[in-house]
């Protein structure tokens, strides 16, 4: 039952798993350099939008917020409508 990890490059995700009586058992895990591609890449198509779910339960880490602002939100808009972006 030694667990294993790796990096699936076609689809641009890390993946955990591990080996038990029943069987092999994968489960693929989105984090701050799989979620950038994918970001990315609804960028390069103009995509109007991302959805992610349950963003907010990891945790005490922020990182996922900033990524989505990084790529996504424009500090030059936001100063010109007098908004302040949270998150």
Same mark, same amino acid.
């Given at each position: 039952t &030694?667990? #294993?990890?790796g +990096?699936?490059?076609?689809a641009?995700v890390?993946w955990?798993?591990? +080996? /038990?009586n029943?069987? +092999?058992? =994968? =489960?693929? #895990?989105? /984090?701050k350099?799989s979620?950038?591609y994918?970001? /990315?890449?609804?960028i390069? !198509?103009?995509? !109007?939008g =991302?959805?992610? +779910?349950a963003?907010?339960y990891?945790?005490?880490?922020?990182e996922l917020? &900033?990524?989505?602002?990084?790529k996504? #939100? !424009?500090e030059s808009?936001a100063?010109?409508?007098? !908004?302040?972006?949270?998150?």
């Open positions: &030694t667990p #294993v990890a +990096w699936d490059d076609q641009k890390a955990r798993g591990y +080996w /038990d029943s069987g +092999w058992h =994968v =489960v693929y #895990v989105e /984090d350099n979620l950038s994918k970001y /990315d890449f609804a390069s !198509k103009k995509l !109007k =991302v959805g992610l +779910w963003l907010g990891e945790g005490e880490g922020s917020w &900033t990524l989505l602002r990084e996504f #939100v !424009k808009l100063q010109a409508e007098g !908004k302040r972006w949270i998150f």
